[in-house]
């Protein structure tokens, strides 16, 4: 049974890959040319380095170090394929279907129906293992991508500006969870650092609601910025919002807190030493 699934594999390695390309193209579509041209090259990587791995006689262990390069080759076609944005049923079609080609050859080639039912299981059970070895790969890519993406969003929701000299502000947009929370107090503190501030304005006007977790998310945002030498104003608290803390009990001890940026701003330059006096017409 080994024997024979590893003298087609190897003879028949050429036909193999042939065949396997064109029932991709009937299942996922031709696509361009760009596409074509990868998906004959990826096909042919995998299938010569199946070829060769399956003449150590190792069926079993796709984890041997005989299917290293094997393993190898998978993930990066399974890592390209999610990050260029092919789904997981795509991906899942890309490998699995090469039992197809593989199995049709078993059947033209043995006829003793024994020996072709024990070849047909043990490369069933080879491709499976690495159909599903394939997807674990291509799910972790994903995953990285996806995490990275709201790593990044993050950041973005979270700009810091310049207002003035030593006066920094922080518009929140959205809802405040514990990871948030970390980016903005990081975000935070390394701008209090880099421009000198010594005031920095928390607008949440864009925050939905706070509940005592937000509230007590802003308030370790702003023992942080004092401990970095730098006042900070809350503003942006609606009507709705400020009873929302007082019914739940959150006291902002020694917080200062303004309706608008505004405010804020106003508040901010009065204790910075400036006076806003409006010019006359």
């Known amino acids: 049974m080994t024997n024979s699934l590893q003298t087609i594999l190897r003879a028949k390695e050429n036909e193999i890959c042939s065949r396997w390309v064109a029932l991709q193209d009937k299942l996922l579509g ?17 299938v010569a380095a199946v070829a060769e791995a399956a003449q150590t006689g190792n069926l079993e262990n ?3 170090p005989e299917w290293r390069p094997v393993l190898e080759t998978l993930s990066e076609v399974s890592s390209a394929r999610a990050l260029a944005g092919a789904s997981t049923s795509e991906t899942a079609t890309f490998l699995f279907s090469l039992k197809q080609p593989v199995l049709e050859l078993l059947q033209h080639e043995l006829s003793d129906p024994r020996q072709l039912t024990d070849a047909v299981w043990a490369t069933t059970l080879l491709f499976d293992k690495l159909g599903l070895y394939t997807i674990e790969v291509f799910q972790k890519t994903r995953e990285d991508v996806i995490r990275r993406q709201q790593q990044e ?35 935070l503190l390394n701008n209090i650092v ?3 501030a010594s005031i920095a304005i928390v607008d949440i006007t864009g925050v939905p609601t706070v509940d005592t977790q937000v509230a007590q998310h802003l308030l370790k945002t702003v023992a942080a910025a004092r401990l970095m030498g730098a006042d900070c104003i809350i503003s942006g608290l609606r009507p709705q919002i400020a009873q929302t803390i007082v019914h739940l009990g959150v006291e902002l001890q020694n917080v ?25 017409a």
């Not at 031709?30 to 995998?46: A, N």
């Not at 973005?156 to 970390?182: H, M, N, W, Y």
Request: no cysteine; aromatic share 2%; glycine share 6%.
């Open 30 to 46: 031709g696509g361009d040319v760009l596409q074509q041209q990868t998906r004959r090259e990826q096909s042919r990587h995998v």
């Open 62 to 64: 796709i984890h041997a």
């Open 153 to 187: 969003m993050l950041e973005l929701s979270t700009p810091v500006v310049k207002l003035f000299d030593e006066l920094i502000a922080l518009p929140l947009i959205g809802t405040l969870d514990s990871a948030r929370t970390q980016v903005v107090m990081e975000n």
């Open 194 to 196: 880099a421009t000198s």
């Open 256 to 280: 200062t807190t303004k309706a608008t940026m505004a405010d804020a701003l106003k508040l901010a330059l009065q204790r910075m030493g400036y006076s806003i006096v409006r010019r006359g």
